[in-house]
Protein backbone atom coordinates (compact mmCIF):
# COMPACT_ATOMS: atom_id res chain seq x y z
CA UNK A 1 0.00 0.00 0.00
CA UNK A 2 0.84 3.78 -0.54
CA UNK A 3 2.83 5.11 2.17
CA UNK A 4 2.82 8.48 3.69
CA UNK A 5 5.98 9.95 6.03
CA UNK A 6 4.41 10.26 9.28
CA UNK A 7 5.58 13.08 10.20
CA UNK A 8 3.80 14.33 6.87
CA UNK A 9 0.67 13.21 8.18
CA UNK A 10 -43.32 4.51 18.85
CA UNK A 11 -41.34 1.10 20.37
CA UNK A 12 -40.81 0.80 16.81
CA UNK A 13 -39.73 4.22 16.05
CA UNK A 14 -37.83 3.99 19.27
CA UNK A 15 -35.69 1.36 18.16
CA UNK A 16 -34.77 3.18 15.40
CA UNK A 17 -31.01 4.03 15.59
CA UNK A 18 -30.34 7.33 13.97
CA UNK A 19 -26.70 7.97 12.89
CA UNK A 20 -24.15 9.33 10.39
CA UNK A 21 -23.48 6.60 7.66
CA UNK A 22 -25.90 8.65 5.51
CA UNK A 23 -24.92 12.15 6.89
CA UNK A 24 -25.02 13.86 10.10
CA UNK A 25 -27.63 12.38 12.53
CA UNK A 26 -28.51 12.06 16.23
CA UNK A 27 -26.32 9.62 17.51
CA UNK A 28 -22.97 9.46 15.90
CA UNK A 29 -20.22 11.16 17.60
CA UNK A 30 -16.80 10.01 17.56
CA UNK A 31 -13.71 10.29 20.52
CA UNK A 32 -10.44 11.41 18.01
CA UNK A 33 -11.44 11.90 14.38
CA UNK A 34 -10.24 13.69 11.77
CA UNK A 35 -11.57 17.68 11.52
CA UNK A 36 -15.37 17.51 11.78
CA UNK A 37 -16.87 14.78 11.19
CA UNK A 38 -19.85 13.88 9.04
CA UNK A 39 -21.32 11.34 6.76
CA UNK A 40 -23.99 11.35 3.87
CA UNK A 41 -27.54 11.65 4.78
CA UNK A 42 -28.34 11.30 8.43
CA UNK A 43 -25.81 11.57 11.53
CA UNK A 44 -22.55 12.97 12.10
CA UNK A 45 -20.01 12.62 15.05
CA UNK A 46 -17.74 15.66 16.57
CA UNK A 47 -14.17 15.65 16.95
CA UNK A 48 -10.81 17.57 17.23
CA UNK A 49 -10.02 20.01 14.36
CA UNK A 50 -6.29 18.76 13.59
CA UNK A 51 -6.20 20.41 9.89
CA UNK A 52 -5.61 18.23 6.87
CA UNK A 53 -2.82 16.09 6.30
CA UNK A 54 -1.29 16.64 3.22
CA UNK A 55 1.84 14.52 1.25
CA UNK A 56 2.31 14.40 -2.00
CA UNK A 57 2.81 11.07 -4.12
CA UNK A 58 3.92 10.67 -7.83
CA UNK A 59 2.44 14.25 -8.06
CA UNK A 60 -1.18 14.04 -6.88
CA UNK A 61 -2.54 15.18 -3.86
CA UNK A 62 -3.35 12.65 -0.61
CA UNK A 63 -5.64 14.92 1.62
CA UNK A 64 -7.34 13.71 4.88
CA UNK A 65 -10.22 15.49 6.16
CA UNK A 66 -11.97 18.26 5.35
CA UNK A 67 -9.71 21.25 5.26
CA UNK A 68 -9.40 23.54 2.73
CA UNK A 69 -5.89 22.39 1.17
CA UNK A 70 -6.99 19.77 -0.30
CA UNK A 71 -10.02 21.65 -2.24
CA UNK A 72 -13.43 21.98 -1.57
CA UNK A 73 -15.77 19.19 -0.74
CA UNK A 74 -17.51 19.76 -4.52
CA UNK A 75 -14.45 19.04 -5.93
CA UNK A 76 -14.55 15.78 -4.81
CA UNK A 77 -17.39 14.63 -6.68
CA UNK A 78 -16.40 12.70 -9.73
CA UNK A 79 -16.76 13.45 -12.99
CA UNK A 80 -21.01 13.20 -13.32
CA UNK A 81 -21.19 14.19 -9.75
CA UNK A 82 -23.24 10.90 -9.08
CA UNK A 83 -20.55 9.92 -5.93
CA UNK A 84 -18.13 11.12 -3.98
CA UNK A 85 -14.44 10.23 -3.28
CA UNK A 86 -11.69 10.77 -0.44
CA UNK A 87 -8.43 9.86 0.29
CA UNK A 88 -7.26 9.64 4.21
CA UNK A 89 -4.12 8.58 5.79
CA UNK A 90 -3.96 5.89 8.29
CA UNK A 91 -2.66 7.24 11.62
CA UNK A 92 -1.76 5.53 14.47
CA UNK A 93 -3.95 6.21 17.02
CA UNK A 94 -6.49 4.26 14.60
CA UNK A 95 -4.27 0.99 14.34
CA UNK A 96 -5.27 -1.81 16.88
CA UNK A 97 -3.42 -5.16 18.35
CA UNK A 98 -3.40 -6.47 14.42
CA UNK A 99 -1.34 -3.47 13.67
CA UNK A 100 -3.98 -2.59 10.83
CA UNK A 101 -6.57 0.09 11.49
CA UNK A 102 -9.47 -0.91 13.66
CA UNK A 103 -13.27 -1.65 12.40
CA UNK A 104 -13.97 1.15 14.69
CA UNK A 105 -11.84 3.61 12.25
CA UNK A 106 -13.54 2.27 9.15
CA UNK A 107 -16.64 3.02 10.55
CA UNK A 108 -15.28 6.72 11.21
CA UNK A 109 -14.22 6.78 8.18
CA UNK A 110 -17.33 5.63 6.41
CA UNK A 111 -19.47 8.18 8.65
CA UNK A 112 -16.76 10.94 7.25
CA UNK A 113 -17.18 10.04 3.45
CA UNK A 114 -20.62 10.15 3.72
CA UNK A 115 -21.57 13.65 5.50
CA UNK A 116 -18.88 15.56 3.40
CA UNK A 117 -20.66 14.16 0.25
CA UNK A 118 -24.07 15.25 1.93
CA UNK A 119 -22.34 18.41 2.55
CA UNK A 120 -20.74 19.02 -1.12
CA UNK A 121 -24.23 18.69 -2.37
CA UNK A 122 -25.68 21.62 -0.30
CA UNK A 123 -27.52 19.57 1.98
CA UNK A 124 -28.54 21.31 5.18
CA UNK A 125 -25.20 20.89 8.12
CA UNK A 126 -27.91 21.02 11.05
CA UNK A 127 -27.00 17.54 11.91
CA UNK A 128 -29.42 15.65 9.61
CA UNK A 129 -27.80 16.54 6.33
CA UNK A 130 -31.38 17.29 5.22
CA UNK A 131 -32.93 18.40 1.85
CA UNK A 132 -35.20 21.68 1.78
CA UNK A 133 -38.53 19.65 1.38
CA UNK A 134 -37.47 17.69 4.22
CA UNK A 135 -36.79 20.82 6.53
CA UNK A 136 -40.19 21.94 5.64
CA UNK A 137 -41.94 18.76 6.34
CA UNK A 138 -39.62 18.20 9.72
CA UNK A 139 -38.16 14.81 8.25
CA UNK A 140 -35.31 12.83 8.89
CA UNK A 141 -33.25 10.04 8.06
CA UNK A 142 -32.28 7.07 10.71
CA UNK A 143 -30.60 4.18 9.73
CA UNK A 144 -32.21 0.31 10.25
CA UNK A 145 -29.08 -1.81 8.96
CA UNK A 146 -25.38 -1.17 8.14
CA UNK A 147 -22.91 -4.03 6.70
CA UNK A 148 -19.54 -3.78 6.22
CA UNK A 149 -16.82 -6.17 4.35
CA UNK A 150 -13.21 -5.68 4.80
CA UNK A 151 -10.78 -7.95 2.74
CA UNK A 152 -8.12 -6.38 3.63
CA UNK A 153 -7.08 -4.26 6.53
CA UNK A 154 -5.00 -0.80 6.03
CA UNK A 155 -2.02 -0.55 8.13
CA UNK A 156 -0.82 2.91 10.07
CA UNK A 157 0.22 5.48 7.35
CA UNK A 158 -1.39 3.21 4.25
CA UNK A 159 -4.03 5.79 1.84
CA UNK A 160 -6.94 4.81 1.51
CA UNK A 161 -9.59 5.98 -0.53
CA UNK A 162 -13.09 5.93 -0.44
CA UNK A 163 -16.10 6.16 -3.15
CA UNK A 164 -19.59 6.69 -1.62
CA UNK A 165 -23.15 7.27 -3.67
CA UNK A 166 -26.57 6.99 -2.23
CA UNK A 167 -30.09 6.22 -4.47
CA UNK A 168 -33.65 5.63 -3.80
CA UNK A 169 -35.10 1.99 -2.39
CA UNK A 170 -38.50 2.19 -3.07
CA UNK A 171 -40.90 4.16 -1.22
CA UNK A 172 -39.61 3.24 2.09
CA UNK A 173 -36.16 4.54 2.43
CA UNK A 174 -32.79 5.54 0.63
CA UNK A 175 -29.34 3.29 0.92
CA UNK A 176 -25.93 4.38 0.76
CA UNK A 177 -23.15 2.35 -0.41
CA UNK A 178 -19.10 2.60 -0.47
CA UNK A 179 -16.14 0.92 -1.76
CA UNK A 180 -13.04 1.50 -0.20
CA UNK A 181 -9.34 1.07 -2.35
CA UNK A 182 -5.80 1.32 -1.79
CA UNK A 183 -5.01 4.18 -3.09
CA UNK A 184 -1.30 3.21 -3.95
CA UNK A 185 -2.66 0.22 -6.16
CA UNK A 186 -6.58 0.68 -6.43
CA UNK A 187 -7.20 -2.83 -5.23
CA UNK A 188 -10.64 -2.69 -3.53
CA UNK A 189 -10.31 -3.55 -0.09
CA UNK A 190 -13.81 -3.23 1.49
CA UNK A 191 -17.29 -2.44 0.99
CA UNK A 192 -20.34 -1.24 2.48
CA UNK A 193 -23.98 -0.84 2.45
CA UNK A 194 -26.59 0.55 4.22
CA UNK A 195 -30.93 0.93 4.65
CA UNK A 196 -32.32 3.96 6.06
CA UNK A 197 -35.96 5.38 6.44
CA UNK A 198 -37.25 8.57 7.03
CA UNK A 199 -38.96 9.60 10.23
CA UNK A 200 -40.62 12.21 11.41
CA UNK A 201 -38.82 14.34 13.74
CA UNK A 202 -41.73 15.77 15.87
CA UNK A 203 -44.22 12.64 16.07
CA UNK A 204 -41.26 10.05 15.78
CA UNK A 205 -43.34 8.22 13.54
CA UNK A 206 -41.70 6.36 10.11
CA UNK A 207 -43.28 8.01 7.02
CA UNK A 208 -43.00 6.82 4.05
CA UNK A 209 -40.39 9.10 0.98
CA UNK A 210 -42.93 11.28 -0.98
CA UNK A 211 -42.56 12.63 -4.69
CA UNK A 212 -41.27 15.88 -3.45
CA UNK A 213 -38.40 14.52 -1.23
CA UNK A 214 -37.46 12.14 -3.77
CA UNK A 215 -37.24 15.15 -6.57
CA UNK A 216 -35.18 16.63 -4.34
CA UNK A 217 -32.28 13.88 -4.19
CA UNK A 218 -33.06 11.51 -7.21
CA UNK A 219 -31.17 13.96 -9.13
CA UNK A 220 -27.92 13.40 -7.32
CA UNK A 221 -28.50 9.79 -7.54
CA UNK A 222 -27.26 6.80 -10.26
CA UNK A 223 -29.15 6.56 -13.22
CA UNK A 224 -29.72 3.01 -12.69
CA UNK A 225 -28.86 0.82 -9.69
CA UNK A 226 -25.15 0.49 -8.35
CA UNK A 227 -24.78 -1.70 -5.42
CA UNK A 228 -21.07 -2.14 -3.56
CA UNK A 229 -22.75 -5.50 -2.57
CA UNK A 230 -24.56 -7.66 -5.16
CA UNK A 231 -27.58 -8.63 -3.32
CA UNK A 232 -27.26 -12.33 -4.74
CA UNK A 233 -26.28 -14.82 -1.91
CA UNK A 234 -25.21 -11.86 -0.23
CA UNK A 235 -25.13 -11.94 3.93
CA UNK A 236 -25.87 -8.11 3.85
CA UNK A 237 -29.49 -9.14 3.63
CA UNK A 238 -29.90 -11.77 6.00
CA UNK A 239 -32.56 -11.77 8.81
CA UNK A 240 -30.32 -11.10 12.09
CA UNK A 241 -32.42 -13.33 14.71
CA UNK A 242 -33.16 -12.25 18.49
CA UNK A 243 -30.30 -13.65 20.63
CA UNK A 244 -31.61 -14.93 23.78
CA UNK A 245 -30.48 -15.66 27.20
CA UNK A 246 -28.60 -17.60 27.92
CA UNK A 247 -26.00 -16.59 25.53
CA UNK A 248 -22.40 -18.40 25.38
CA UNK A 249 -20.87 -15.37 25.89
CA UNK A 250 -21.62 -12.19 27.59
CA UNK A 251 -20.19 -8.74 29.05
CA UNK A 252 -22.27 -6.87 31.25
CA UNK A 253 -22.53 -3.11 33.16
CA UNK A 254 -21.02 -1.56 29.68
CA UNK A 255 -21.34 2.16 30.86
CA UNK A 256 -21.51 4.67 28.12
CA UNK A 257 -17.95 7.67 28.90
CA UNK A 258 -18.86 11.16 28.28
CA UNK A 259 -16.81 10.90 25.09
CA UNK A 260 -18.90 8.08 23.86
CA UNK A 261 -22.29 11.03 23.63
CA UNK A 262 -22.53 13.37 19.99
CA UNK A 263 -23.93 16.68 20.41
CA UNK A 264 -27.73 15.02 20.86
CA UNK A 265 -26.80 12.97 24.27
CA UNK A 266 -26.53 9.60 22.75
CA UNK A 267 -23.96 7.41 22.39
CA UNK A 268 -23.00 6.85 19.02
CA UNK A 269 -23.09 4.12 16.75
CA UNK A 270 -19.21 3.67 16.47
CA UNK A 271 -19.05 2.83 20.35
CA UNK A 272 -21.79 0.51 19.76
CA UNK A 273 -19.34 -1.33 17.27
CA UNK A 274 -17.05 -1.76 19.90
CA UNK A 275 -19.59 -2.72 22.82
CA UNK A 276 -20.41 -5.81 20.30
CA UNK A 277 -16.40 -6.99 20.34
CA UNK A 278 -16.35 -6.96 23.86
CA UNK A 279 -18.30 -10.17 24.70
CA UNK A 280 -16.71 -12.16 21.86
CA UNK A 281 -14.19 -14.68 23.48
CA UNK A 282 -10.68 -14.10 23.47
CA UNK A 283 -9.31 -16.77 21.78
CA UNK A 284 -11.49 -15.74 18.52
CA UNK A 285 -9.74 -12.15 18.81
CA UNK A 286 -6.25 -13.99 18.91
CA UNK A 287 -6.85 -15.92 15.96
CA UNK A 288 -9.17 -14.15 13.57
CA UNK A 289 -9.69 -10.89 12.60
CA UNK A 290 -13.09 -9.38 11.50
CA UNK A 291 -14.38 -9.77 7.95
CA UNK A 292 -17.93 -8.51 7.54
CA UNK A 293 -20.16 -7.17 10.35
CA UNK A 294 -24.11 -6.65 10.22
CA UNK A 295 -25.48 -4.57 12.50
CA UNK A 296 -29.57 -3.73 12.71
CA UNK A 297 -30.61 -0.98 14.53
CA UNK A 298 -33.30 -0.84 17.53
CA UNK A 299 -33.26 2.03 19.88
CA UNK A 300 -30.98 4.78 20.76
CA UNK A 301 -28.86 4.29 23.51
CA UNK A 302 -28.41 7.65 25.99
CA UNK A 303 -25.91 8.17 28.59
CA UNK A 304 -27.33 6.83 32.00
CA UNK A 305 -28.13 3.34 30.04
CA UNK A 306 -26.52 0.24 31.58
CA UNK A 307 -25.70 -2.17 28.57
CA UNK A 308 -25.19 -5.60 28.36
CA UNK A 309 -23.24 -7.35 25.34
CA UNK A 310 -24.31 -11.05 24.22
CA UNK A 311 -22.56 -13.42 21.64
CA UNK A 312 -23.47 -16.86 20.74
CA UNK A 313 -22.20 -18.76 17.62
CA UNK A 314 -24.45 -18.36 14.83
CA UNK A 315 -25.32 -21.86 14.33
CA UNK A 316 -27.32 -21.34 11.38
CA UNK A 317 -25.19 -19.49 9.47
CA UNK A 318 -23.86 -20.27 5.88
CA UNK A 319 -20.57 -21.88 6.68
CA UNK A 320 -18.54 -20.33 3.60
CA UNK A 321 -19.19 -16.41 2.11
CA UNK A 322 -20.34 -16.83 -1.61
CA UNK A 323 -19.44 -13.53 -3.98
CA UNK A 324 -19.59 -11.10 -2.37
CA UNK A 325 -15.64 -10.40 -2.48
CA UNK A 326 -15.32 -10.19 -6.27
CA UNK A 327 -12.81 -12.91 -5.70
CA UNK A 328 -10.50 -11.25 -3.43
CA UNK A 329 -8.02 -13.35 -1.05
CA UNK A 330 -9.57 -12.27 1.87
CA UNK A 331 -12.55 -14.63 1.40
CA UNK A 332 -12.43 -17.34 3.76
CA UNK A 333 -11.54 -20.56 1.38
CA UNK A 334 -11.94 -23.36 4.31
CA UNK A 335 -14.89 -23.57 6.12
CA UNK A 336 -12.84 -24.92 9.57
CA UNK A 337 -11.17 -21.11 9.38
CA UNK A 338 -14.54 -18.96 9.35
CA UNK A 339 -16.44 -18.09 12.72
CA UNK A 340 -19.46 -16.63 12.84
CA UNK A 341 -21.72 -15.17 15.53
CA UNK A 342 -24.79 -13.82 16.74
CA UNK A 343 -25.02 -10.65 19.03
CA UNK A 344 -27.34 -8.25 20.69
CA UNK A 345 -26.76 -5.08 22.73
CA UNK A 346 -29.59 -4.63 25.47
CA UNK A 347 -30.40 -1.87 27.85
CA UNK A 348 -29.78 -3.90 31.71
CA UNK A 349 -32.38 -4.52 33.25
CA UNK A 350 -35.40 -4.25 31.45
CA UNK A 351 -33.69 -6.01 28.24
CA UNK A 352 -34.21 -3.29 25.46
CA UNK A 353 -32.67 -4.05 22.24
CA UNK A 354 -29.93 -1.55 21.48
CA UNK A 355 -28.63 -3.62 18.29
CA UNK A 356 -28.86 -6.94 16.66
CA UNK A 357 -25.83 -8.57 14.95
CA UNK A 358 -23.82 -11.11 13.23
CA UNK A 359 -20.09 -11.34 12.63
CA UNK A 360 -17.67 -13.23 10.77
CA UNK A 361 -14.29 -13.73 11.37
CA UNK A 362 -11.07 -15.30 8.95
CA UNK A 363 -8.19 -16.78 10.18
CA UNK A 364 -5.25 -14.31 10.73
CA UNK A 365 -2.66 -14.90 8.53
CA UNK A 366 1.15 -14.60 9.22
CA UNK A 367 2.37 -10.96 8.40
Known sequence: MLKVPCNMLN???????????????????????????VLGFGSGFGSLNKGPIMAVVSNRIVGSGTGSGSGTLADRL?????????????RCYEVGINKTATIETVANLLQEVGCNHAQSLGFSTDGFATTPTMRKL????????????????PAWNDVVEIETWFQGEGR??????????????????????????????????LQKVSDDVRDDYLVYCPREPRLAIPEENSNSLRRIPK?????????????????????????????????VMESLPQEVIDSHELQAITLDYRRECHHNDVVDSLTSVDAKAVSKIEGTNYGSTAATENKEDLRQFLHLLRVSGDGLEINRGRTEWRKKHAR
Open 11 to 37: DQIQAITQCGFMGRGSILTCGHQRNAV
Open 78 to 90: TEDGLSYKERFVV
Open 138 to 153: HLIWVTARMHIEIYKY
Open 172 to 205: IGARRDWILKDYATDQVIGRATSKWVMMNQDTRR
Open 243 to 275: LEDPAENFKRGLVPRRADLDMNQHVNNVTNIGW
